[in-house]
């Protein structure tokens, strides 16, 4: 808001926005103000282009690469966001039921690296169709997906890996 202003012809222009957001409206507007006239339509709109992958980490009890409705997901899971060389860029963990998100991410081409949980090895990658959000994205020996690429506000909830436990022999 800007107080007190005289009578007169004002533009008021927004430059840039904030990091990572694109304007939606012109970023510019006329006003003419008579004595005492208010003007509050200097609206300026801005989209996100931000994106996001995430998804889901369980436990491939069949060792068939898909994730199927009685596996359950794994907690405590490091994931680990890669640029499109292989640096990190950021980690997180599985929360409480397997699931993990990196959002507010520039648009561009990433890698997603699991790291295998205590007591589980890394299960078959790909063992559904092309395209389905049910399988295994992760390299068995990387743990690795290949490179992904994020547009504008893209969001992509299908980077799955899964992670088949081991067993154990012992007795006295």
Known sequence: VFDNLPAGNYTVTVGEGPENKDLTTLGEVDVTLGPGEEFIEADFGFDSTLASIGNYVFAD??????????????????????????????????????????????????????????????????????GDDTDSNADETTGQTAVITLDDNEDDPTIDAGFTPLGSIGDT
């Open 61 to 130: 009890e069949d060792t068939d690469g898909i994730q199927d409705a009685d596996e359950d997901g794994i907690p405590g899971v490091i994931v680990n966001l890669l640029d499109e060389n292989g640096n990190p860029l950021e980690s997180t963990t599985t929360d409480g039921n397997g699931f993990y998100l990196f959002d507010d991410l520039v648009p561009g081409d990433y890698i997603v690296e699991f790291v295998s949980p205590d007591g589980f090895e890394p299960t078959t990658q790909g063992g559904g169709d092309d």
